[in-house]
Structures are given as C-alpha cells and as structure tokens.
C-alpha cells in the first residue's frame, strides 16, 4: 500500500532539492564565467548528435536523429486523458500493479472483460500488442467505436445474475466437469464456462486477462463469476507447459469478486492486492504435474 507523506514533509524536501538545484547551478555559472578558455574561443551553440558504434567509439559520420511522428492511438491517448475530466475505474495504485507487468510483457495479447474510461489507456500501454474488450452494452461499444475506432472490442451476453451466486459456487464447486483442464469452454459442461464468445478470444493464448466485467453492484446484475472461472480455465489451456498468465480481478470487495477469485483462481496463485484489486499468476497446467490434476494446488 502507498503511504501518503505529510505536507510538511514533501514541502521541506522539494524546497531543500530546489535549494540544491539553485547552488549547483550557480556553481557551473561561475566556473564558466572564470574558465580561461571561456575567454579565448567563442561558445559554439551547434547542436550535434554523434553517432557511437557498440565499442563506444564515434564512428567516422555525423548523423542527424530523424524526426518521426508519434502513432496515432498514442496521439488519441495524450489528447483524451489531458482533456477529459473522468476518472478512470481503477486508482492509479491499482492500475500500477497492472502497468508494471505490461511493462515487461508489452507487445503482447490482453484480453480485457469490460469496456471503460480506461480501455484507450489499457490498449496504449500495450502498445504493439493486440488488446482486446469483451462489453455487455452494445449502445456502449457502439458510442466508444465512434470515438475511438482503433479500439478493438465484441458484444458479451451473460446468463447469470447476482442473486444466484451462491447456489452456482453450490453446484460447481465439487463438479468434475469444471475442473478438467483439458475440456474447452466452447463445449464445456460447466455452467461457468462462457460458451458465447468470439473465436478470437478462444483461439488466442493471453498473456494477461483484466476482469472489470460485467455489471456487478445489484442483485439482477450479470455478476463475473463466469468472467473469473473461464479466465482462469483460459490461462490454465495454455500450451506451452511453462508459460504463466496474469489475471486481475477489480472490486474484489465485493462477496462475489471475492469468493470466485479464491475458488477459481486459487490463492497460491495470489501474487499481489493493491485496493480493490488483485492479481494472480496463473501457470498453464497441460502438464498434469502442476497441479495433481486440480484447480489449486
């Protein structure tokens, strides 16, 4: 968790590095002004950028740096969040956790449940990669595509509802069908499994999963417990034995986030919780060594 320093504090230091600043300055100045050669050749106001081999010799050219002009989903990403008002779902804390993994991982594949203030963030921070937004409101996706067209998401529909969580966590819980690793979700027996997606999202191997999705806060609500079960069986189907997805669960707050994140995701697969969010890391289990077969180890 961050810890918030007192303004006392924070006030003190940046007027005693301000204060640093000030003397180092002034120190270069004088030295300039009293250098003998200062007196001797003029100042040469030419910028020239170098270019240095491996070894870290100049080579024999001088070469200009080119000018290129910055992408433009980055370009609608600078302008969106310096002139919009909205606060993102997530804290800045919480999202930390989440760029710190793209930061190593980015180009990659990001599968997001949820289409939000933040996907334009989330899709730039993955640069190079393919993101991809999975939304239940067809007029949302609709309004968010106008504005955003580089913006790659697909209508959801959920079965369920909040209100019959408890009786789905009853009937899976000890069901063998939702626990085999090997039975694709497209023809799963589990009723957890999200059969209606589209192929892309089945076909793809992800690297990470954000679930901020669907609609959770009310009884009639679709809930994410189908949203966290098929993350994690996604992340579990990798095909590479050695491979790890990271899942993130938001509002983990709430008793239905919590309960199936720690069913269905496991919590020795736990890596962090920064807020109202949590991260797991997700090994594949093809290899039926991982786990003994199981969910959770």
Known sequence: ????????????????????????TLFFITRTSFS?????????????????SSTGTKSHSQESVSCNKIPPSLADALIHYAASNVTPQQTHSEISVTKKVLEKKSPCNFLVFGLGYDSLMWSTLNYGGRTIFLEENESWIRQIAEKFPSLESYHVRYNTKVRDADALMAAVRDKEECHNVSTDPRVSACELALKGLPEVVYETEWDLIMVDAPTGF??????RMTAIYTAGM???????????????????????????????LCRDYLTEQ?????????????????SGGKLCP
């Open 36 to 52: 003998p050669s200062s007196s001797i050749q003029p100042p040469d106001n030419t910028l020239r950028i170098s270019k240095y």
């Open 218 to 223: 009310h009884e009639e609500a679709p809930g």
């Open 274 to 290: 920064e807020g109202r969010l949590r991260h797991f890391t997700v090994p594949s289990h093809r290899s039926y060594g991982v």
């Open 234 to 264: 996604m992340a579990r189907r990798r095909k590479d034995e050695g491979e790890t997805t990271d899942v993130f669960v938001h509002d983990v707050d709430r008793k239905v986030e919590d309960e199936f994140t720690m069913a269905f």
């Open 1 to 24: 968790m961050t810890t918030n320093l007192p303004f006392s504090i924070t006030l003190k230091h940046i007027l005693s590095s301000f204060a640093s600043l000030v003397l180092i």
